[in-house]
Nanobody, 128 residues
């Protein structure tokens, strides 16, 4: 198992930037594909971004070009740099991890985390 703790959420004006962090502990971090999901009030949790064990990434269309996911395996950390934030980005952001035997596997949907792990979430609020 792996434990995940998110941080870095907060209140930011539209057009601003925020960097979220996810600290992992427990089983070897390098064995996990990592990702970020978000859940806005009244909506289902949705995929935002993911990164493979080797650093390959993919993004939801809604955040492509604005958000960047990265990982620092030496520090057991995953980051989500969010730029050009919009009010519709307001949500609780969750870090997710899934064990993978592949260096190249990336999370792509909520169902991919059914056999994985979640952090507790961090609130991001973008004001208009």
């Amino acid at each position: 198992q792996v434990q995940l703790v998110e941080s870095g959420g907060g209140l930011v004006p539209a057009g601003g930037s925020l960097r979220l962090s996810c600290a992992a502990s427990g089983r070897p971090f390098t064995n996990y594909a990592m990702g970020w999901f978000r859940q806005a009030p009244g909506k289902e949790r949705e995929f935002v971004a993911a990164i493979s064990r080797d650093g390959g990434s993919n993004y939801a269309d809604s955040v492509k070009g604005r958000f960047t996911i990265s990982r620092d395996n030496a520090k057991n950390m995953v980051y989500l740099q969010m730029n050009s934030l919009k009010p519709e980005d307001t949500a609780v952001y969750y870090c997710a991890a899934k064990f993978s035997g592949s260096y190249y596997y990336t999370l792509k949907s909520l169902s991919d985390v059914n056999s994985g792990y979640w952090g507790q979430g961090t609130q991001v609020t973008v004001s208009s």
